[in-house]
């Protein structure tokens, strides 16, 4: 197999013009970052391009994570390519990668071999600042709030109940928990409080932004962000600080979403960035709705796995956008349901097909998963070049007893070409099957209710544990009049369950709500459960440790 590099030399790439061109965009309506990339005005893709036309929308999840892959991204892309092989007019919408992920354990997430997004170390980078942006503007209210209390404190903000921390878009542990505001003096350092760093991609801001319609929505948004409260218990937002305007003007550009293209291209959206099992894990609804506007079908990815990703699509991004899935894409590969059979990578002897059959319980999860939101599915199986004949029939022929469509998908190598069954399996859906989506829970019901309903239907849990901490700030979200939110759970992605270490299916657990905080903006509380982080840390030997440029500007190791 070539490396990305001698693959990108042999794209099918064009000037980003022509691929606007190719979907009716204007080379006037673009703001270009290089001969690639360019920005397409969020003003100018409603009110000129976007003509009441909405295209099937295809959503692509997965079953859990593991460290053998389950190649959803680059199934998301090769399936992209694949639809555009048999003549359908598609364009793609897809999340932007952060750089905490990218120099840590995950990788970038721009695909992978023949089926990738281009310019691929670009989007893996900065790519058009998207990221930068929101953590300056998220940090400017975090210090115009450390402003307020040391000059005064006139909203009477208690210091100890601020609930807004700092970001930087980069994996440092270290700075989860710290103390601010030491000095001698409230001017030289500030009101000494305790506070923390998210990472970027879990800042309200981000999740905002990705949710948002139009500049409109996004300042209305930004002004619902509850930055703390005071000391008799009222909930202090962006707006009563005087925050907004500026964080509007740092995010004038962030706000336009990203237009580029696939190896083959394919035009596709890239933007928004927030984390599946942090925050809701879906590409931007702008960047969603331009795509349907400008094609016949559009396919999107959810973050990690059914349980994570696609229920927050289904629950909070489909409740706000107006939009729900056509068909649902559940990516599976052999030697991922093999280690949820109770396999070790590193021992090839688990391997096995036995393993393999055990693992599917995994896989039957996030079927059923799928299946309660009224959304016809259909299993791709990401076919790695070890895969043997044998297991992939295995898949197969478990699929069928299902009665679940399933079919090959092999584009990593093949690109396009490998998609081409997927692709018609997936038009097939579209054609003859009709969706009835419903989410699982109504906004009525109790926040602790709306927990137990996704612990015990989504995760297969028997019960939810709330600790002393998440009861009192759900007390407090009720008391405010924000218990009718949806959930945004934040847990492992290495799991149904909220412990890393289950693989499979398992039942007969509790989910264990550690603490709750509310996303007055984002218009969601989150629930932050098990030992699930906020600011991911480092693995021993990080992805950094073996990235490089070399003196010709070719970067070396980024994956």
Known sequence: MKNDLEIAREAKVKPIEEIAASIGIEKDDLYPYGKYVAKVPVDALQKKYDKGKKSKLVLVTAITATPAGEGKTVTTIGLIQGLKKIGKN?????????????????????????????????????????????????????????????????????????????????????????????????????????????????????????????????????GRIVVGYTYDGKAVTAKDIGAVGSMMVILKDAINPNLVQTLEGVPVFIHGFPFANIAHGANSIIATRAAMSLSDITVTEAGFAADLGAEKFMDIVCRQSGFSPDAVVIVASVRALMMHGGAVLKDESTMTLEALEKGFSNLDKHIANVQQYGVPAVVAINRFANDSEESLNLIRDHCKKLGVKVAMSDVFAKGGEGGIELANTVVEILETEKPNYKPIYELNTSVAEKIKTIATKIYGASGVNFSAAAKKAIENFEANGLGNLPVCIAKTQASISDNPKLKGAPTGWELNVREAYVSGGAVFIVAVCGEMMLMPGLAKVPAAMGIDIDDDGKIIGLK
């Not at 598609?90 to 023949?114: D, H, N, Q």
Request: hydrophobic share 40%; proline share 3%.
């Open 90 to 222: 598609v364009v793609g919408a897809l999340r932007e990668p952060s750089l905490g992920p990218t120099f840590g354990i995950k990788g970038g997430a721009t695909g992978g071999g023949y089926s990738q997004v281009y310019p691929m170390w670009d989007i893996d980078l900065h790519f058009t600042g998207d990221i930068h942006a929101v953590a300056a503007a998220h940090n400017l209210l975090s210090a115009l709030v450390e402003n307020h209390i040391a000059r005064g404190n006139e909203l009477n903000l208690d210091p100890s109940q601020i609930t807004l921390k700092k970001t930087m878009d980069m994996n440092c542990r270290e700075l989860r928990n710290i103390v601010v505001g030491l000095g001698d003096t409230k001017l030289s350092g500030g009101v000494t409080h305790q506070s923390g760093f998210l990472i970027t991609s879990a800042s309200e801001v981000s999740a905002i932004l990705a949710l948002s319609s139009d500049r409109k929505d996004l300042r209305e948004r930004l």
